[in-house]
Each structure stands twice: as structure tokens, then as C-alpha cells.
């Protein structure tokens, strides 16, 4: 969409018009449907730039778009006048007021999709004077503070294409460490019957067996004395 800013106070003392493109930009801030009429409208506070304002060099970075444009009824109780027009760009006061507001929530937008490693063209002066005919020139500041007129380009954003909307940065999560369970194997030695030499009785507990068997060796050897 070719944007056309009228009334910006800054660094712009002869209230020159600044324009530039932006495409991507949320249709609904511009267009809403006419239920009545069909078609779709401009909102306010956007106006229809002139089509003659436009120079051949400039032409495609247009998007035209087809509103319904309804006049007022020419005497009472008659219908209104519905008008279909093509608009190839609009206009926006953007000095004060709604049209302020507008520009700000556009600024907020192309600041939130734009990388940050990348400037955000500003919008530049549709000609250096009010009598000069159309030839973008730029406002800057030279090394003695005062300000020049430099002839620019129109700057273009591709909102969908230039630039990426930035991806949200996902907090890394901390790497726990998993404790595993290991099943315990069953100890052969724990299974196993022992049995008593002397006098022939099972144990399937080891230390009893080696207590009984301690007990019983003693015995045997003092029979035997």
C-alpha cells in the first residue's frame, strides 16, 4: 500500500508531504465491508489520495483496491449516491488525532516485525518544496547540526516478505537428569538351599546356615574329644 503522510511538523518546516510503501499491513485497518452497499469502504481516518498525485515511476509500489464510496442523497428522500472506485494509494493526517494514533499502531507493528539487526525506513519528502514537482528527498543533519534536503528513493517494506516476523523466544527448559530405576536381580546366593553336612537340615538364609554350621562343627569336634 502507497502511504501519502500530510502534516508531519517535524523536521519538516514547510509541511511538505512524506510518503512511502508498506505492504502487509492488517486489511482491516484500512477497508471495512458496507453491508448495505456491497463492496468495502475506507475507515477513517484514511482519505483517497488523488490518483493524479502518483507519477508513472512510482506506479508499482500501488496496490489497487476496488471501495464503495456512498455520497449523500442529492435532495431529501432520494437514495444515496453509490459510487465503485479504484484507489491505487491513501492519505493519512498524521499530526494529530486519529490519524496520529494510525501511524503510532503502525510503527508498533513494523517495529515488532522487523529483525532487529535491521533499520526501519522512514518516510521520506515527496519533493524538496511546495512548488518543485515530485522528486523524494530526505531530511538530514550534517556535521554543523543544521538541516539538508538529499534526494532519496521511496522507501519500500514487505512486511510478508522482506522482512520475518520475529519468533518468540522459548525459555530453555533445564536439563534434569532422570534418575533410572534399575530392577534388582535376584541374587543367585539368595536362592540357593544350604544344607547342613552334620545333620542334614536346610537353610535358606546363608548367615543361618553359616551359624548353624559354626555351631554344629563345634559340637562334632567336642564329641569327638
Known sequence: ML???AGHFVNNPQLIDKIISIKGLPFEW?????????????VTPWEVDVNANI???????CEEHSI???FPPIEK???????????PAVKLD??????????????????????????????????????SEFSPHEVK?????????RPAEVPEIDVTKSF???????????????????????????SKVWECKKCGTNFTDLKLYRGHNLRCKKVVEKVEV
Open 3 to 5: 502511504i501519502k503522510l
Open 30 to 42: 484500512f477497508f471495512r465491508h458496507n453491508s448495505r452497499h456491497g463492496g468495502y469502504e475506507l
Open 55 to 61: 507519477p508513472a515511476s512510482i506506479r508499482h509500489l
Open 68 to 70: 464503495t464510496v456512498v
Open 77 to 87: 428522500g432520494r437514495d444515496s449516491v453509490v459510487e465503485k472506485r479504484n484507489i
Open 94 to 131: 498524521y499530526s494529530r488525532g486519529p490519524g496520529q494514533e494510525m501511524w503510532e499502531r503502525i510503527e508498533r507493528y513494523l517495529e515488532q516485525s522487523v529483525p532487529r539487526d535491521q533499520l526501519i525506513p522512514k518516510p521520506v519528502l515527496c519533493a524538496p518544496n511546495q512548488k
Open 141 to 149: 543533519r550534517n556535521s554543523r547540526g543544521s538541516l539538508e534536503l
Open 164 to 190: 520475518t516476523s520475529r519468533v518468540e523466544e522459548k525459555p530453555i527448559e533445564p536439563q534434569v537428569e532422570k534418575k533410572v530405576t534399575v530392577e534388582k536381580e535376584d541374587n543367585p546366593e539368595e
